[in-house]
């Protein structure tokens, strides 16, 4: 079992940046690949960014190509994701998910586990 903890939302306004982290519980997390997805009110789920269990690969969704990084550090358990240049679009609960199946098992919106989520918001 795999607990996983968001932190690191909260408001900022357009331009600004946030670091939002992800901390597992347990000893497996380097056997899982992990991501990050979003939801709006009224939006469908998104997969944002994701990362391999070595970091070798890594993938983000064209809306925040070249505006956020994904990074985790297995020794701490820990995911992270960097969001700069935050836009309103990008306003949403942010969810961290774990899959031991890799990265593309992500991609296409399967998970292990989940967590509760933390809210970003972009004020304008």
């Known amino acids: 079992q795999v607990q996983l903890v968001e932190s690191g939302g909260g408001l900022v306004q357009a331009g600004g940046s946030l670091r939002l982290s992800c901390a597992a519980s347990?000893?497996?997390?380097?056997?899982?690949?992990m991501g990050w997805f979003r939801q709006a009110p009224g939006k469908e789920r998104e997969f944002v960014a994701g990362?391999?269990?070595?970091?070798?690969?890594?993938y983000y969704t064209d809306s925040v190509k070249g505006r956020s990084t994904i990074s985790r550090d297995n020794a701490k358990n820990t995911v992270y994701l960097q969001m700069n240049s935050l836009k309103p679009d990008d306003t949403a609960v942010y969810y961290c998910a774990a899959d031991r199946n890799g990265l593309e098992y992500l991609r296409k919106g399967q998970y292990d586990y989940w967590g509760q989520g933390t809210q970003v918001t972009v004020s304008s």
């Open positions: 347990g000893r497996t997390f380097s056997s899982y690949a």
């Open positions: 990362i391999s269990r070595s970091s070798i690969s890594t």
